[in-house]
């Protein structure tokens, strides 16, 4: 399916509600906005899409037949102002997604707040068959919240994990062992990359791509491929069967950033403290 060249209005196949206006093809994933998404955020998108799958084009076929699609929000819009999105609710004290800190403050970070009032705070992109990025995350803007590492590769990670789960039953394994691995042998101590096998996968596609933030820990430092290589190999060899030997994807804003790394003397643990 050729990529559309240029921005157009959403094709009628979609069937897309009118809030969204915009649209471009990354190897047949559609990518949409409203209009207040400036087109130059959703080429970036489109770019990063491209890098991710062209090692594995069966991927995105994967997701082009079973309806995945990316949407983008502008700085001024939140995840609820997607039509699809607007039943969302806060996740209950048994969600398996939620973080060691979330749980142990449940009360305060989750349950004192409104619907929206928690998704507003909690996220700016997400993974799953209608994923979202925002504009100013795949732009590299500084008012971004990630500001230093690229959450658009981060939640098409997911994706990716999901068509390897849905054609290649043999490399999904392979990821389930690494995943096993890990934990067994406290890699990733107390990081976000140990949560699920989801955040795992998705947080060692950001280091494949050196667009991740800097993670500290038990005296080591996780900033790029290389440190990923020799940290966990079990992880950087089920990623090259994913992405093969590129670690660079166009339009990234964060590759190879210095923001990757915070200010100041080098910390010791990037583990958020609960």
């Given amino acids: 399916m050729a990529a559309c060249a240029n921005v157009g209005r959403p094709p009628g196949s979609l069937a897309l509600d009118l809030f969204y206006s915009k649209h471009v093809s990354a190897s047949g994933i559609p990518i949409v906005s409203s209009s207040r998404v400036p087109d130059e955020a959703l080429f970036a998108a489109r770019d990063m899409v491209r890098g991710m799958i062209a090692h594995r084009p069966d991927l995105a076929a994967w997701l082009v037949a079973n309806d995945y699609r990316i949407a983008l929000i502008?700085?001024?819009?939140?995840?609820?102002?997607?039509?699809?999105?607007?039943?969302?609710?806060?996740p209950g004290r048994d969600d398996p997604r939620l973080t060691r800190c979330e749980l142990k403050h449940y009360d305060e970070r989750i349950g004192a707040k409104t619907d929206r009032e928690y998704w507003d705070e909690r996220a700016r992109g997400i993974g799953g068959e209608r994923m979202v990025g925002s504009e100013e995350d795949v732009l590299g803007l500084p008012v971004s919240r990630y500001f230093g590492e690229t959450i658009f590769v981060h939640e098409f990670a997911h994706n990716v994990l999901f068509a390897i789960e849905g054609t290649d039953p043999a490399l999904y394994a392979q990821v389930e062992a690494a995943y096993a691995h890990a934990l067994a042998n406290d890699l990733w101590f107390e990081e976000y990359t140990t949560t699920t096998m989801q955040e795992y996968w998705a947080e060692g596609t950001q280091f494949w791509f050196d667009s991740n933030r800097l993670q500290a820990f038990d005296g080591r430092r996780i900033l790029n491929h290389a440190d990923l290589a020799e940290y966990d190999p079990q992880l950087y060899a089920v990623l090259a069967r994913a992405?093969?030997?590129?670690?660079?994807?166009?339009?990234?804003?964060?590759?190879?950033?210095?923001?990757?790394?915070?200010p100041g003397p080098p910390p010791e643990n990037t583990a958020e403290v609960c």
């Fill in 243 to 262: 992405y093969g030997d590129s670690h660079k994807l166009k339009s990234d804003p964060f590759h190879m950033h210095p923001a990757r790394v915070p």
């Fill in 74 to 90: 502008a700085r001024d819009e939140a995840l609820l102002d997607l039509p699809e999105n607007a039943g969302w609710t806060k």
